[in-house]
């Protein structure tokens, strides 16, 4: 039963749709195991540049069952864009389940959103105002009105349920944050012109999994943001609601933890952050800048600009161990291909004490000192290099560095957006 897990080894945006969309390709069933419209994947085929925000890669493959499971959240209205924008492209979306348990990003979650990162002003996480925090919110209180893709197959239950939520939520609406209140009907309707394109994809998607997994079909579950955005192993409290470690793929697809035999912890080559929160190895200087410019990096999903610095090889370290890492894909190498040289961090000093993982405590973060290492660059383009001995020894030196720091091997190295820009190690 081989169930590969893709997991993001930093802080999300490492470039885990490229890595699935290439699994995907030999797999029967690619799924999604948490979060919701707040995750960007770039897919670029023959060309044609997909940017996917809540449905998992494998859907540009029409061969592979696409599943966004019982640990995902999903926005009806992001969905159905999504949705007919890929049919506008050709692809039918025939291929997508989502979970009857999966709960419901609705309006007023991603009001609520809004609201509540105004409110912590210089606090605030720097949320992608999707409604995620929200949402995982309302369904870990055990809401009885709170309301999963299952109950979108109803319209009298969907009514009596937004209504009942937004009784609630309106007095928060108005009373802790002076907004006016939503209209239950007109939420209703704003769902109801959607519910056509959303209701043929509702399923018993474990099912589905288990027949996959039953018949000794590959199995992907694809994860979206990267460790240190975990809720409990991340930099709490600039994380999202949800569990991207590998663990959550247990949990968000309800395969147990004994039928995964691979777990992919992808790394980009240098390190990128979105929203707030500590940042070791941030650059916050020109090699930043070239760092953003040339690696393009900037959000898929809300367009804000990364910030970016030197590869962090403690959180590299530390995100192999929380993941059990059995191989790495490291990503973006092209983006380092003028640097003269390159730096890695490979400790913390914290307070006079030096760490080679990040400290449990992780307000220490916010006084970290990176230790560095320094390496040649290679400075010419690895872009069309199709095998390992196609690559400049100083490229080489640096991806085994990157590799011993993870302590596992490496599957591959992407080295330019396209899928035939990828070398298998
Ligand atoms: P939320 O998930 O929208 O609640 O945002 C919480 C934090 O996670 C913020 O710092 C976001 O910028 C960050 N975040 C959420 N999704 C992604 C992603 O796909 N890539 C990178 N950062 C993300």
């Given amino acids: 039963m081989p169930a590969t897990v893709i997991v993001g080894a930093q802080w999300g945006d490492e470039g885990k749709g490229k890595i699935t969309d290439i699994l995907a390709e030999d797999a029967a069933v ?18 044609e540049e997909f940017k996917l925000h809540l449905i998992p890669s494998g859907i540009l493959h029409e061969k592979t069952t696409c599943i966004m499971a019982a640990g995902t959240i999903i926005d009806p209205i992001s969905l159905r864009d999504e949705v007919e924008g890929l049919r506008e492209r050709g ?13 419901v ?22 949320t992608t105002r999707r409604g995620i925090g929200p949402t995982y919110t309302d369904k870990t209180a055990r809401m009885p009105q709170s309301i999963r893709m299952v109950d979108l197959l109803d319209d ?23 907004h006016d209140p939503v209209d239950p009907m007109e939420t209703f309707d704003e769902i109801a012109e959607v519910l056509d394109v959303v209701r043929p994809f509702v399923a018993d998607v474990r099912r589905e999994i288990r027949e996959a997994m039953v018949a000794d079909a590959n199995v992907v579950l694809e994860g979206a943001q990267g460790t240190f955005l975990d809720l409990d192993y991340g930099t709490y409290p600039y994380v999202t609601s949800s569990h991207p470690v590998a663990g959550g793929a247990c949990l968000g697809t309800g395969v147990g933890p004994t039928e995964i035999d691979e777990v992919v912890a ?35 999903t809300t367009g804000r600009p990364r910030r970016c610095g030197w590869l962090d090889g ?3 370290r530390t995100a192999a161990e929380l993941n059990g890492a059995t191989r790495i894909a490291i990503t973006k190498l092209d983006v380092l291909d003028e640097l003269e040289t390159v730096r890695i961090a490979t400790e913390y000093e914290i307070n006079g004490e030096r760490h080679e993982r990040m400290p449990e405590n992780l307000d220490l973060l916010a006084h970290a000192r990176p230790i560095y290492e320094e390496m040649p ?15 400049p020894d100083e490229a080489l030196a640096y991806i085994e560095r990157m590799s011993e720091l993870a302590g596992c091997e490496v599957w591959c190295v992407s080295v330019g957006p396209a899928r035939d820009q990828t070398i298998r190690y």
């Fill in 30 to 47: 690619v799924v999604r195991y948490q979060g919701g419209s707040n995750a960007g994947h770039t897919v670029v085929v023959n060309g």
């Fill in 91 to 103: 692809i039918s979306c025939e291929n997508l389940l989502i979970s009857e348990n999966a709960h």
């Fill in 105 to 126: 990003i609705m309006p007023y979650h991603r009001l609520l959103d809004g609201l509540q990162e105004e409110a912590r002003g210089r606090h605030s996480i720097g």
């Fill in 156 to 178: 009298d239950v969907l009514r009596e349920r937004i209504e009942a939520q937004l009784a609630q939520k309106n007095i928060i609406i108005r009373e802790v944050y002076g």
């Fill in 266 to 300: 992808v790394v980009k080559a240098y390190t990128t952050r979105v929203g707030s929160g500590a940042f070791p190895t941030e650059l916050e200087d020109e090699t930043g800048d070239q760092l953003r410019e040339r690696g393009a990096e900037f959000g898929t």
């Fill in 314 to 316: 403690v959180a590299l």
């Fill in 377 to 391: 660059g290679w400075q010419q383009s690895v872009t069309g290099a199709q095998s390992r001995s196609d690559l």
